[in-house]
């Protein structure tokens, strides 16, 4: 799921190209990838773009009329823009918004169907997207305690938690963590002082550098490889992969469509979390640390 990061640099290629342009049409490929009906998504039709802004990980396009367009990307959809009047795939195309100068294409790579569009009006019409969390890149250290510390939870849940962390997903939860050298099963509220500083300035710190890389590799074109694995990421999506840091495996706790990355060595002491995919993998042979969890996959055919 594209996160803030990856949600910035939308939102500035975007900027670049429809700020003060007018939406002339609104094509559907699928109709229920539009969720409200009053006012009409056809009531965009005619509508100049006035501002953009990131809710989360939702982009807010402000259209002239106190209209606001919001899009929700979710897992797999993406944005593309191409020249104007360009056709919406068959398979992966959702809906298309023709500018002037292009069109900009809604597409989702997944038979799950998630990612959405709705057409609101006015500010109250927005209330119901924002869920409350924290602006980690406008927030100092008082209000980034406060924001952890409101709900015992594990850390990487707290991070993920929109009601208490803008724009902070799986991908980054997982580099957070492994920068400020913490344990995703670590408790918010059991955390000391000094650890606290070191979440706060790796969340800061990770958010700051993964826009600025993915800016730099934009330039002033289009986001095109908007994806949560990237290869110059230290744990998410490396499982059994070398940590950047000590070159242990990197370890995970798979769960549902989701999966925690981490590195035992850099994270948890050397202590091996628990997880069924790895359990089934290895049976009764269930290691006490990442030493013998190394020798035990060394033994083990690939």
């Not at 009409?40 to 509508?47: E, T």
């Not at 370890?251 to 925690?260: D, G, K, Q, S």
Request: net charge positive; aromatic share 6%.
């Amino acid at each position: 799921m594209p996160e803030l990061p990856d949600i910035t640099v939308y939102l500035e290629a975007l900027d670049r190209r429809v700020r003060d342009q007018t939406i002339e049409r609104v094509r559907l490929a699928s109709p229920f990838v539009v969720r409200t009906f009053d006012p009409p998504i056809a009531a965009a039709q005619g509508r100049r773009v006035r501002g953009l802004r990131r809710m989360g990980k939702r982009i807010v396009l402000a259209l002239d009329g106190d209209l606001f367009l919001v899009l929700h990307l979710m897992i797999a959809g993406r944005l593309r823009w191409l020249e104007a009047g360009a056709k919406i795939p068959g398979r992966l195309g959702l809906a298309a918004l023709d500018f002037p100068s292009g069109t900009l294409l809604l597409t989702e790579a997944s038979t799950k169907k998630r990612a959405s569009l709705h057409l609101v009006r006015g500010e109250e019409g927005l209330a119901p997207f924002e869920r409350g969390g924290l602006e980690v890149l406008d927030a100092d250290l008082p209000a980034f305690r406060e924001a952890l510390r409101r709900e015992s939870h594990t850390l990487k849940r707290a991070l993920t938690d929109p009601t208490l962390f803008s724009g902070i997903g799986n991908a980054y939860s997982d580099e957070i963590l492994h920068r400020a050298r913490l344990s995703p099963v670590q408790l918010t509220r059991n955390l000391s002082e000094e650890e606290l500083g070191r979440l706060f300035t790796a969340t800061r710190s990770t958010l700051m550098e993964w826009t600025d890389r993915l800016r730099a590799e934009v330039g002033t074109g289009f986001p095109e490889k908007v994806t949560a694995f990237r290869e110059e990421m230290a744990v998410h999506g490396r499982y059994r992969k070398p940590c950047p840091v000590c070159e242990s495996p990197v370890l995970r706790i798979a769960y549902a469509e989701n999966e925690t990355n981490y590195c035992a060595r850099c994270q948890t002491g050397g202590k091996v979390l628990s997880d069924r995919s790895l359990a089934r993998l290895l049976k009764d042979d269930w290691p006490k640390s990442i030493d013998e969890l190394e020798e035990r996959l060394s033994t083990r055919p690939r």
